[in-house]
């Protein structure tokens, strides 16, 4: 079309097409109903699962009600889920060709990942969404407003910048089999050996320390404090680190992998 | 451009690991005639093509397209080419009108330019009345025209057309034809890949024989055939044991060894006039008591050249590099 286009023009470019992309992988979710409902009656039912058979139990070493403990820890681990999409749907673009035609039209790099990686972490704010509301049902208050949804909107920053190292992983492995299982395998440990569902002070001192450590606790803890009224600058500090960190690795090495990867 | 060359590709060398896929390979396409580009699979034909379009990157070679430069040029390459490959690269979820205008704007033309460009081209490849279902609807043919169309949504000076009508029946491979002719009547320069003597012959301007990385032919349909008979019959005897005595009963019908294959009774005939031959094999084999279990007249394929040119049969080989464990994804 044109030319030479201004690096000013490409810099607007990398945004409209991101956008263009992005709704495609929107409507392709919003086109597969059936998938949409059991993406988010799957976490709600964990929700609702944990609450009731495990809180009472837990009540006790949790300071009191359950889900207050639990329906912050339980966003993250939903928002962070997330980015098992991004792996399996890029996956199966490079598989069926779509990468390839998108790296030959003149369109931005970044714009094929951006764009997937926005509209699977839209995709987790709908799914967080709906779990507030049914938290709300089931007796989760927010002690303060603002607190509350800054804790939300860092969950989802954290559930965003988890949806580059998906992006990786999907650009890594073979084809579609190997992603649905890469995509997950290993968030399972992120996820259980963390403060998401159950305090950590009574896991063994080596799983503790991995535990209490790790960046999911570590959003996690921050996000609950939030969510439940209480701010602590240092802990938000660390939280923060954390998502630049993971995105200031991951987005380069997504990036630079989708510009040498070759389908098939 | 030199020699009104649109597509320049010199000496292109590309290793995927031991595997040599490209060994200098030279083609030129001048501007606004087609070039066929005919080889077995792994031939390295997906490789060349995919280097011309900027997806990989050649280990050496001096390639030019539409006159600039795929490596230190590709996103000015990208807005002159149009590419579509060997699987329609086409959402199954979004409709035909849907993929079109998101191809468009990828290509960054305005929303409305876009959908008039897809109106335009719906109607072109026949999909107006399934423009709106989504494309997991369509049946293979609409499919690769989708493919087609959408290669083509920014009318690029350039297409590359990967082996297009790979998988089709042969009613919808036809038809295929015919659309590819209509968009190279208006003067876009096109390189296809095919399997398929036949479609190079019925398409190209020029073909070039690939073979494990190694041009081996190049030269216009009429001069790729020139050596080589105008009709094959293949006869099978219904008693293998007979072969030997068949083929030196049919020697005198062509001025070259008829090939035989006496474990399963095969014997290819290569003739001037096959429909006047045909009656002669039959007439020579009836005379001796020979049976025959099948007898077909068909025209020169892929595998006839080859072995005209190379003596060799096309071995069906993977080129494909294998698989490096769990990570590691590599290109054919």
């Known amino acids: 079309m044109t030319g030479q286009a201004g690096a000013f023009q490409r810099f607007i470019w990398t945004f409209t097409d991101t956008y263009v992309v992005m709704r495609r992988n929107l409507s392709q979710l919003f086109r597969q109903p059936q998938l949409l409902i059991f993406a988010t009656i799957q976490p709600v039912m964990f929700l609702l699962l944990f609450t009731y058979v495990f809180g009472g139990a837990i009540r006790f070493s949790t300071g009191g009600d359950y889900i207050k403990f639990l329906l912050p820890g339980i966003i993250i681990q939903t928002i962070i889920f997330a980015s098992t999409n991004t792996t399996i749907g890029l996956n199966l673009d490079l598989s069926r060709g779509m990468i390839d035609r998108f790296r030959s039209l003149p369109m931005s790099r970044a714009a094929v990942l951006a764009g997937r990686t926005v509209a699977d972490t839209v995709r987790g704010a709908v799914t967080i969404t709906i779990m507030m509301i049914a938290g709300m049902v089931i007796g989760f208050r927010f002690e303060d407003l603002g607190s509350g949804l800054a804790g939300i909107l860092l969950a989802i920053a954290f559930g965003h910048a988890f949806t580059w190292i998906g992006a990786t992983i999907g650009l890594y492995v073979k084809d579609p089999e190997a992603a649905q299982v890469a995509g997950f395998i290993w968030m399972f440990p992120l996820t259980f050996a963390s403060s998401i569902f159950v305090p950590t002070m009574t896991m063994p001192d080596w799983l503790r320390v991995f535990a209490e450590n790790q960046p999911v606790s570590v959003v996690a803890n921050a996000v609950r404090d939030l969510m439940t009224g209480t701010v602590n600058p240092e802990e938000i500090a660390v939280a923060l680190a954390w998502i630049i960190g993971i995105f200031v690795v991951f987005m380069p090495l997504a990036v630079w992998q989708y510009a040498k990867v070759a389908s098939r | 451009m030199e020699n009104n060359h649109a597509i320049i590709a010199e000496n292109v060398v590309k290793h995927f690991g031991d595997v040599k896929a490209l060994d200098g390979v030279s083609i030129y396409g001048e501007a606004g005639k087609v070039l066929g580009l005919l080889g077995p699979n792994g031939a390295g034909k997906t490789t060349l093509v995919r280097i011309l379009a900027t997806l990989l990157k050649p280990d050496g070679g001096n390639i030019r397209v539409g006159g600039l430069d795929v ?220 049976h025959i279990a099948e007898l077909n007249l068909r025209r020169p394929t892929l595998n006839d050249v080859f072995l005209s040119i190379t003596g060799e049969a096309i071995v069906e080989e993977e080129a494909k590099p294998k698989r490096r464990g769990f990570f590691g994804r590599r290109s054919a």
């Open chain 2, 71 to 290: 490596l230190r040029q590709k996103r000015q390459v990208r807005e002159n080419i149009g590419l579509a490959g060997q699987y329609a690269a086409v959402d199954e979820i979004l409709t035909g009108r849907e993929n079109l205008v998101m191809v468009g704007q990828l290509y960054h033309m305005p929303r409305r330019a876009a959908q008039e460009r897809t109106t335009e081209l719906l109607d072109q490849f026949a999909l107006t009345d399934a423009a709106d279902r989504p494309v997991k609807t369509y049946s293979g043919g609409m499919r690769r025209r989708l493919d087609l169309a959408a290669s083509i949504v920014a009318r690029p000076n350039i297409l590359f057309l990967d082996e297009p009508t790979t998988g089709l029946d042969a009613r919808a491979r036809i038809a295929m034809w015919g659309t590819i002719r209509t968009l190279v009547a208006d003067g876009t320069t096109l390189l296809l890949t095919t399997q398929y003597l036949e479609e190079a012959d019925e398409l190209a301007d020029k073909i070039v024989v690939i073979d494990h990385g190694h041009v081996i032919a190049e030269g216009t349909a009429d001069e790729l055939k020139a050596n080589m008979a105008a009709d094959f019959i293949d006869i099978s005897i219904a008693n293998p044991l007979q072969t030997v005595q068949a083929s030196s009963l049919l020697q005198p019908l062509t001025s070259e060894a008829p090939q035989t294959d006496e474990q399963r009774g095969h014997v290819i005939l290569a003739v001037e006039n096959g429909a006047q031959s045909i009656a002669e094999v039959v007439r020579l084999l009836d005379g001796d008591d020979i």
